[in-house]
């Protein structure tokens, strides 16, 4: 969907705020996040804006940074620097951060990619960083609402490869390379946001 020539994301509109809830406090100590998944771009001005302490570093594929561009130039913000390209199986940044956010992108890739973008964080990652992942997720296997076993029948049959991922799977990921969860945060429209700290 575009309004005004830019892309634009209704979901994007509903969750900011309540998504903001949470990095407040999440990333109340941090400095340089790196956004994976970037979209339309909404999310990063929303909460640069908000967040006026943190340096937001938007990212993802080619084709999404023009819109992404459009976003930033019209908020005309300080603190987000031009987008990165990033696909998780290619090149990664050279820079470190403090902190890595994530909107609605694990049941869009193929598990694979989501193996490999956890295994990328420590290359990328200070000792303490934080990492806050939101979306849908499974508990125990089974979705948590009827609209979630909906949604994530869509996405298979879009693409065998996607789907709602299950939060303990995605959680032994994260252990894996040091993370910690700190927080699971039940979020409006049967989503989570999961918040882990990287231990040093």
């Known amino acids: ?32 996040v790196l956004e994976i998944g970037s979209g339309t771009g909404q999310h990063a ?33 300080p603190n987000t620097p031009p987008p990165l390209v990033l696909d998780v199986g290619g090149p990664w940044p050279s820079a470190r951060f403090d902190a890595v956010f994530s909107a609605n ?14 295994a990328k ?15 849908p997720f499974h508990y125990g296997g089974q979705p948590t609402s009827a609209s979630n076993a909906e949604f994530d029948a869509a996405l298979k049959a879009d693409d065998p490869r996607r789907g709602i991922r299950d939060f303990e799977a995605v959680d032994a990921l994260a252990q894996e390379q040091g993370f910690r969860l ?11 946001c999961l918040n882990w700290q990287r231990q040093a």
């Open 1 to 32: 969907m575009q309004i005004f020539d830019k892309p634009y994301s209704l979901a994007c509109d509903r969750n900011k705020d309540a998504i903001l809830d949470a990095l407040r406090s999440h990333f109340a100590d941090c400095r340089q």
């Open 45 to 77: 001005v929303h909460f640069a804006a908000a967040l006026p302490h943190l340096v937001w570093q938007t990212s993802d594929r080619a084709d999404y940074l023009p819109g992404i561009r459009q976003w930033l130039a019209e908020a005309g913000l």
């Open 105 to 118: 992108t694990l049941h869009i890739m193929g598990w694979d990619e989501v193996q490999t973008l956890f």
């Open 121 to 135: 964080l420590p290359d990328i990652l200070t000792a303490d960083a934080r990492l806050s992942i939101y979306g």
């Open 182 to 192: 700190v927080e699971d945060r039940a979020m409006p429209a049967n989503n989570r």
